[in-house]
């Protein structure tokens, strides 16, 4: 009976959280159509396959009694096989995310939140595991999941600039990554490798506000990035527009390849734009990853 | 200083200027302050370094902006004024203001003030001495003090009269020796003299002339011609048309001052004059005491109206005319020919004519007044009437003037008078004697066919000779006159009709009745007429036509009244005379007006020139516009202005400018006090109408009331039920307050404890009796007492019912339309059982004819029923239909009850439907029914 109050308000405050998100999250989700998951085969599984002749080896208790009634054959009801993936999902919850241009448009942190959640409906949906990388929350199937990620993707990170966690990876699991990838792009690198070397493929997001992609910023001024850690100071904004372009074009180049090497896809998303498009990229990517790379 | 038609006030501040460029400078070299911003994208900035190491600029827009901003605030600062004064700063010499002074600059005159105060100020500020000459009334020119002449300005006010040359000369002379400056103020009219003055003023200096633009208008003495009044307004300089508007002013007959008639005029184009005529009643003509052009407001545009325009009032009186005779043989025919042209004539009775105190009252052959009339007629006389008396047949045989000197006779008479060249006598008929000097029928031509035949012959007598003003040729008088304190009484010794001589008959008649000023004396006398009299100014017109009080002016000389030129001695206005009132206007009959001539050397100015106008209010108003914007281009430029604040931003500043005062602003009306009384008392007349509704009086018993309310509810029902009446829920009706008007039954049950209804209440019920509603008064004590005062409930209706307009009652007889207008009924049972139901009685001529089961009574509903059956307790009902109190006993108590209901039908339908069962053509079916 220690403190109960400010467990429970906090509890609360969390509780609060969740229903915009989850809600916003699963009508996200509701619009993508599932289909062609299945692993058309027979196999353990729940939905019905096939009905096949007895062969013999299998045992009495596998005939089908009411199919076989029917004629003088025994049938033997096969399933489809259903085999769950495990999702390892990794969503910058670092301050540079917390940037909005103007207050028409989401922070990307609450655009990229809301993109792993729907991705992570969804794929809990077609029965996948998902879970977050690194030890917090091992992948797992059924809705109590949803709720759990979405109360982790509700704690917001210290870190200026966020690093993505590769330690834990379940091999020849997939993995989503979402982030703006402002920061030094080297953990990048370094969860790349590792992740391609468990035979890991997944997706890397980058969320980015339209602001970053513009650079509509003139005269004297004093750049603060989010947390306060970092600044430059400049006198004509207008005249570094050019050389941020190239550099955020070299940045987004230099992602693009490492996906490459690594088979993982890539893909720049700005807040400005409908959420559905990405989580239907996002969705899609993650489909043709494994047979892609099963053909591959 | 001055640019253009702008002065400053603070000239040196404008140096204040020399510092914008230095502004500019400064604004250019300092670089706007950093803008701190959040962004992500800062990893990417890291080591990038600015190519170029200044900053960037301040826009050249936004510096101009700053700069006109300043600039405004400097020029703003400096005081400029449009059109500031600088009139006569030339010289500082002294200073001669000119002043016309007439009445014609009268309308002008508060802007002339204001010129002359402005001059006179600015020449105080610029030390100058200054004089004012006023030409109307020339004063020894002294100069002083600017400042101490402009307080006393308001005395330099224009004169209701011109300049004549006399008082040019005047003032030429009294100009002394000094050396100065001449602004002359003209009113624009021509004045004689002018250049002699005008030339002395240039010898002492500049002369400028201040002359209002547009003509000076005036208006003309009003002339009586026949009927038609003539105006003539004029106008000193022949321009474009122009329509001026000319109104008689006068006293209503309650005494009021107003506006009798008023009558446009039309200056043709290039005419200096334009004439109206105006046709008004006569009573309306002699009440105008003035003409004005409304127009103008100055002493020449009013003519005062005098003695002129008015006709005499003559009151003709005859003798009694028992005869039917001839009008050409009544003695007042011709008197009433000869005078109806130029005199308002009244005829009557002597005392009824007096209160109307006319000018001349004519006796034609009166012989005797009763001595009331004498004692009224000698008063009339003595406060000045003329009393004109004719002689005739009566007045011979009379005693009148026999003997004493008689007041209301100007000469003693002798018996009988005379009769000359008739068939008994011998001598011709006489004619007349050329008139004697002194008479006022000198100068007429007497015609030589007039002769007369008859007359009455005066008295010789001490004075006889002093009374005849016409006399025959044999020296006997023809006409006498007495003066009476100030009246007369004039006697023709003749007829004043043509029974005596032909004198009537003749031109001369109407001459002398003119004369003697009976009727209108019409034209101005002449001077010599009025020479040695004494007239005493009653008015007098100020410059700007307004009438003052002139009882302290002296007395002028009647030849100088109408000859000499207006003056300070002889104003306009209205003068007294010893008989008559003479205006003297400003503009006399044959004036026409002349504008003032200027040398071409004479710089001639306006009077009107554009306002000061500071405008430093404007510029530093303009200055915070400019920086406002500057603000806001300055957020613009380092990108502080979003969207959402620019909305903001707008938002203050459409506030700001709303707030700002003078602005109108929409006036916040108290909500008017809901009529919420009337509103109700709609709502309830609505109900009231909607439906037929059944109403009881509310008597203050609730017991009572309530058991009506349910009487009534039963009664309805029953008819909602078996009848095609289908009332809505009865309603109780407050007398005092309540409309009653919309209920075609009342149902008053009668308590002894109730109040009598007060005497509006009463009024409501009359009206409501009257236009056919009915009552049903039910004293419910039927079962104790009879019709009568008998019970208290009986005495009570007795008072209630005594202020109420009842026609004669009697007992519901048995072929009453109540027995048979829906039911066929004999008795009319309520809770009581009485015959004793009183109505309208029937108009006691009816009979009943053989055969007929009932009288043939077609007219109206009786407004009352009397009764005491207490049926509204026998109609009582609650609201599932069950009866609420007992009726008799048994199957007869409901039998009863039925009964009951059934006359409450009746009785709605016998006001519903009036007498309809009454009507003959029922008869079949009724008998039919009725089993005969």
Redesign the interface.
Known sequence: MSQPTPLRARAEAEASRFPPLLARAEQLAGTVMLGEHGRRRAGPGDDFWQYRPVQPGDSTRMIDWRRSARGDAHFVREREWQIAQSVMMWVDQSA??R?RS??GLME?SERARLLGLAVAILLIRGGERVGLTGTELPPRCGQEQVLRLADLFARPGDAD?GEPEARAMIPYARAVFIS?F??PLDPVEVALAKAADRGVRGVLLQVL?P??EA?P??????????GGT???????A???KD??LE??AQ?KAALSDMCHATGWQHHCHHTDQAAQSALLWLWRALDRGPSGGAGA | MMIGPIGFAAPWLLVGLIALPILWLILRAVPPAPIRRRFPGVALLLGLRDEDSVSDRTPWWLLLLRALAVAAVIVGLAGPVLNPDREGNANAGDLLVVLDGSWAGAAAWPARADAIDRLLAEAGRNGRRAAILRLTQPKPVQFQSSEALRARLEGFAPLAWEPRAAFMAEAAAQLGEASFDTVWFSDGLALEGREALLTRLESRGTVRVVEQAGPVLALGPATLEGAELTVKALRSRAGPAQKVTIAAQGRDPAGNPAVLATVPAVFAEGAMEAGASLSLPAELRARITRFELSQARSAGSVSLSDDNLRRREVALIGGRDDRESLDVLSPLHFLRKALQPSADLIEGALMDVLPANPDVIILADIATLAPSEAASLQDWVSKGGMLLRFAGPRLAASETGRGADEPLMPVRLRAGGRTLGGAMSWGAPKKLAPFPEDSPFYGLPIPDEVTVASQVMAQPDPTLADRVIAQLSDGTPLVTRKRVDQGQVVLFHVTGNAEWSNLPLSGLFVSMLERLAVSSLVGRPAPEDLEGTSWQPLTMLDATGRVRDASNLPGVDGAALVAAPLGPNLRPGLYEGKQRILARNVIGVDRSLQPAAWPARIRVEGLTRPAETPLGGYLLALAILLLAADAVATLALSGRLTAARAGRVAGVLALAIIDMPGLPRAQEVPPAPAEQRSATDDTAAIAATRELVLAHILTGDRKLDDMAQAGLLGLSDTLFFRTSVEPSAPVGVDLERDEIAFYPLLYWPVTPEQPLPSAEAYAKLNRYLRAGGMILFDTRDADVARFGAASPNGRMLQRLAKALDIPPLEPLPADHVLTRTFYLLQDFPGRHNSRDVWVEAAPPDTEQVEGMPFRNLNDGVTPVVIGGNDWAAAWATDDRGNPLYPVGRGFAGERQRELAMRFGVNLVMHVLTGNYKSDQVHVPALLDRLGQ
């Open positions: 540079s995310m940037f103007n207050d990307k600039f703006d402002m920061g506000d602001a970053e650079f910023f003139k005269g004297r001024t004093i750049f603060e990035s989010i970092m600044a430059h100071e400049t006198l004509k207008g005249d570094l050389r941020y550099r955020l940045r």
